[in-house]
């Protein structure tokens, strides 16, 4: 009841227009569901740790499985299929390059109405630019191939020279440096209005690069093999209260679901196509994958140490205890395995600017534990993601979890609730809720369903109930109860078909709804002018 009257009261502040809450979302890129030492990973993330512990963290959060149609769902609060930001049957154009409608806005164009300053700084992935579509600063990463020395980048939609290789530039430290600078600059010119700030990380999405020091800390920790850190995480995670589900066995049998077909000849004989045990991987093959972890693990390390600074900023303003802090990841961790952007060096030192390394199936499988698949798909691997929520003034609760399940669609919701707004007028009913009676209570928010679809990947939740299907391990229906079994090991589909075909028809019926608002007012489809990768697979 405590909590409840203190969230109350900040309510009915922000009604009344007085200290409205500050609102930092931060995003990370293709991180599993237990990287964090707070989601029971081995990783050092004292920064997320100390959120985790100072609020909320909650289990059953959703993401759309991959990179951009999660980002359209996080900006808009719609699911990507009805903006066109992901790929439907019948919708041409809709996808990577799809144009959303007009009425499709991004939440900074909805918070600067209500007198919000608003900031962008690192990865972007969405149609248009970001001044453009209601941002007062910029800092844009476009070239998501180079950590060290990005060649498309930007700021306040004015392209940057490209940074040269040696120069002491690092994608997490530059994107907090520019998130640091507005903050700033908010302080000294604009302290009488609260901010959002959209921190988005390109960490750790591949190539696996970070700078040394920082993969000298996990050099010998993953030797052991992924079979041994992928149990001791479930063990932390069972113990502290995380997951109650078994532990999903490895797909020794499902590669990764792109790769590039020169890849494995370039990357030698230490790549590993599927996530066989530990034990049967030759000794080249366990060394170099325990060096792609050990990078991994580095990329997350200093994205939190990133983070950290940004929170001392945020100190040094006296800002920390009326901001809103969430933290995410836009899709679990990646199985992929390619070459882009400048290729592959075997001489280069791994994890240098000069190696194109991907984390592939085994350790996915790993920092996505104890839940099944990886990125692109939409079984839990895929889809879900730890939710910090972290708001001193406005969170009563310490360390605590909450199970109640929500979605990326949720986000926009919450924060207009919170910022005293109201959802923009003669606009499609948004199908997410406000989160903000789940942050005094769980369980206070309840979806009549959750729907996915990706790569004809798809998937709807019911209540406790999901269905599931693989386009490539066939397409077949998969039946699931997740109250108690989220790594999704007990297939129902042949004991309730009628659960089967009812949630079928539901999955169908919205996807009808998401095509014919997909449809209005659709602009010319534009032809594709590239491809990120080869569309081949080895399952």
């Known amino acids: ?49 100390k959120l985790a512990l100072g609020g909320l963290r909650f289990t059953q959060f959703y993401n759309t499985a ?30 990577f390059e799809g144009i959303r409608p007009k009425w499709a806005r991004l939440v900074p164009e909805m918070l600067q109405p209500l007198g919000y300053r608003t900031y962008h700084s690192g990865k972007w992935h969405i149609d248009g630019k970001q001044l453009e579509n209601g941002f007062d600063h910029s800092y844009c990463i476009e070239d998501h191939n180079r950590h060290f020395n990005p060649s498309e980048h930007r700021e306040d939609d004015v392209p940057l020279p490209p940074v040269e290789r040696g120069s002491g530039y690092y994608s997490a430290t530059a994107i907090a440096d520019h998130a640091i600078k507005y903050l700033k600059d908010h302080a000294v010119n604009h302290a009488d209005k609260p901010f959002f700030t959209y921190l988005c990380f390109t960490s750790p999405h591949f190539p696996l690069q970070a700078p040394a020091e920082d993969i000298a800390r996990y050099r010998d920790k993953y030797r052991v093999g992924w079979d041994v850190v992928r149990e ?21 049998e499902i590669g990764p679901p792109f790769y590039s077909l020169n890849a494995f000849q370039k990357l030698g004989p230490g790549e590993a196509r599927f996530p066989l045990p530990w034990c049967k991987l030759t000794n080249v093959q366990r060394e170099f994958q325990a060096t792609k972890m050990s990078i991994h693990a580095a990329m997350i390390d200093r994205m939190d140490r990133e983070i950290g600074r940004v929170l001392d900023q945020l100190r040094m303003m006296n800002a920390l205890d009326n901001t809103l802090i969430l933290f995410l990841s836009d899709n679990g961790a990646s199985a992929e395995i390619m070459i882009r952007g400048d290729g592959h060096d075997p001489s280069a030192a791994p994890g240098s600017a000069g190696s194109y390394l991907c984390l592939g199936p085994g350790w996915s499988s790993t920092a996505n534990t104890p839940l099944r698949r990886h990125k692109v798909w939409v079984h839990e691997g895929g889809i879900s ?87 490539k391990q066939g397409g ?64």
């Open 66 to 95: 991959r990179c951009w149609p999660s980002r359209g769902a996080l900006m808009t609060g719609y699911y990507a299929q009805q903006i066109r930001r992901d790929e439907i049957a019948g919708v041409p154009g809709a996808g």
């Open 1 to 49: 009841m405590n909590r409840l009257i203190v969230l109350l009261a900040v309510f009915v502040a922000v009604a009344h227009g007085a200290d409205k809450p500050n609102i930092v979302l931060i995003v990370a890129d293709d991180m599993g569901y237990s990287d964090a030492g707070c989601c029971g990973g081995e990783i050092a993330t004292p920064n997320l740790d």
């Open 476 to 539: 077949d229906w998969e039946l699931y109860n997740l109250k108690t079994d989220r790594s999704e090991t007990k297939n129902f589909a042949a004991e309730y078909p009628n659960k089967v075909k009812e949630l079928a028809q539901i999955w169908q019926q919205h996807n009808d709804e998401f095509r014919a608002l997909a449809l209005k007012d659709q602009p010319a489809a534009r032809v594709r002018k590239f491809a990120f990768y080869d569309r081949s697979s080895d399952d």
């Open 385 to 471: 993601t730890p939710l910090i929520a972290y708001w001193p003034q406005g969170i009563a609760a310490r360390g605590e979890f909450r199970n109640n399940p929500a979605h990326l669609i949720d986000i926009v919701p919450t924060i207009l609730e919170l910022a005293g707004g109201k959802w923009p007028e003669n606009t499609p009913p948004p199908p997410g809720k406000s989160l903000v009676s789940v942050f005094a209570k769980d369980g206070t928010v309840s979806h009549d369903y959750f729907w996915w679809l990706h790569e004809n990947n798809r998937a709807i939740r019911v209540g406790d109930w999901k269905l599931v299907s693989a386009a």
């Open 232 to 252: 001791a995480r479930y063990e932390r995670m069972k113990k502290l209260g995380i997951v109650n589900c078994a532990l999903s066995a490895l797909e020794c």
